[in-house]
């Protein structure tokens, strides 16, 4: 069991996280661009906030994979706020560098394999689902991988039947590759965070393991 200052610790870090995430959630609802465009991008985020919170005394997560959760809904309530295409910061990336859109999309649908790979990776290592690194990790990609096919699904069916208010929750701008360029970045985020974080990742399992003895 954890000691009563590490404990202390843990949960001042972890209460000031969630502080963190919720102004940013409440700033993103005030005055966005469209309230119900704004209720599609960071459902995801509070539904999963929600979810965490119930489960956090039967399975309480690493404090990496709770900082990477945190980022991610904060790129959510970003992109609820101003739209995806909107976003002035990648307005100003766009015109200075040249580029044909706002690629802020890009990077939500990063951290749509990024983080989710993580979670996957810690609920395997601690279930002792699947004990082989290299079979672990291609099922990682590949739950990565159909999260990013569901969630382009989800896109899809919204569009059919909201018509023009679901084309800023799209967020294509006109680009005809857009879905599958969403479904590789998201990809290439599952590999990424694989290869970046697995060291740091298997560190805070180790300790917490210890902590658990």
Known sequence: MLPDKKLKQVMKYLAFLLTSVILVFIWSFINPKGYFTWMLEVFPGVIGLIILMFTFRKFRFTNLVYTLIGVHCCILFVGGHYTYAEVPLFDWIRDTFHQSRNNYDKVGHLAQGLVPALIVREIFTRGKV?????WQGLIIV???MAI???YEFIEWFVS???GEAGDSFLG???YIWDTQSDMLFATLGAILSLLIFSG???RQLKAFKNESV
């Open 130 to 134: 699947i004990n082989k690194p290299g």
């Open 142 to 144: 590949s739950i990565c």
């Open 148 to 150: 990013s096919v569901t």
């Open 160 to 162: 059919i039947a909201t």
């Open 172 to 174: 294509t701008q006109g």
């Open 200 to 202: 740091w990742h298997d």
